[in-house]
């Protein structure tokens, strides 16, 4: 029985060593078994086709390169393309803090309904989506012509572009925040308000502290969900050069005309502009929590 004993205490001892060093046993059955299937999976969906499109950009001479990126019609389109889609994540992230918030902290009749509205972008086809887009913001349409009164050209213009791109990604926006505020306790902001805090302060200091990093994390969603919507903006956008073309009806025009060197470097640049993205909002993300630590 001693013996017994002392080996129970010399496993437990070592156990609890083993979790110390940060071990813990898997979920998944075989380290090396799941971390090739990752990579196999990873190599042939992602780093097979992006090297690809990289080596086709291969076939321009570096002047080809640098005068098709930094062609005129090439900055008009960039500038839409990031500038839209970052307005539309703007919007979307105040617009999905809103409306997350309603449907965690009120109850109302509908709410269910409301609640898969949201995610109807997500369901539909994207031209589908910017056909209806075209229909009601088009100066005959049902919001097109108040809005046309009033001066403002909503269809074929720069701000067609942007309610499409805000259509798309507010799914993003909404259901990212929306868990972290199911997971927040009530009860913190009532000892605010017991303590004296007014409102502003307790949603600043409490509530918005907490929501930094899925705030940032809808937001880059949206951002990369606009830049790289294509379906429904061609309909609402007019397709101008130089005014409402947006990267990827540019990078399709340049694949109609067979010119595959020039589609895959824009494609070059979209790629590196959200992958720079997603790394500021990682970074960001990385120091929110920091942050929310030390506080």
Known sequence: MPQEGSAAAIGAARARRFFSQGWRPGVLPG??????????????????????MILRTAGLTWAEFIT??????????????????????????????????ILVRYEFIGKSVVDALIDLPLAIPTAVAGIALTAIYAPNGLLGETLDAWGIKAAFSRTGVVI?????????????????????DP?????????????WFTFRRVILRALIPSLLTGFGLAFARAVGEYGSIVFISGNMPLETEIVPLLIVTKLE???????????????????????????????????????
């Open 164 to 184: 499409a791109m805000v259509f798309v990604g507010l799914p993003f926006a909404v259901r990212t925040v929306q868990p972290v505020l199911m997971e927040l």
């Open 31 to 52: 380290f090396l078994p799941t971390l090739s299937i990752t990579v196999l999976s990873l190599t042939a969906l992602v780093l097979i086709p992006l090297g690809a």
């Open 68 to 101: 098709t990126i930094t062609s005129p019609r090439a900055f008009a389109a960039y500038k839409l393309s990031f500038g839209g889609a970052f307005i539309a994540a703007a919007i979307n992230t105040a617009a999905g803090l809103l409306l997350a918030w």
């Open 257 to 295: 005309q067979y010119q595959y060197g020039e589609a895959t470097a824009l494609a070059v640049v979209m790629l590196v502009g959200a992958f720079a993205t997603i790394v500021l909002v990682n970074v960001l993300q990385a120091k929110s929590r920091k942050g929310g630590k030390r506080g």
């Open 187 to 199: 009860q913190a902001e009532e000892a605010a308000a017991v303590l004296g805090a007014s409102r």
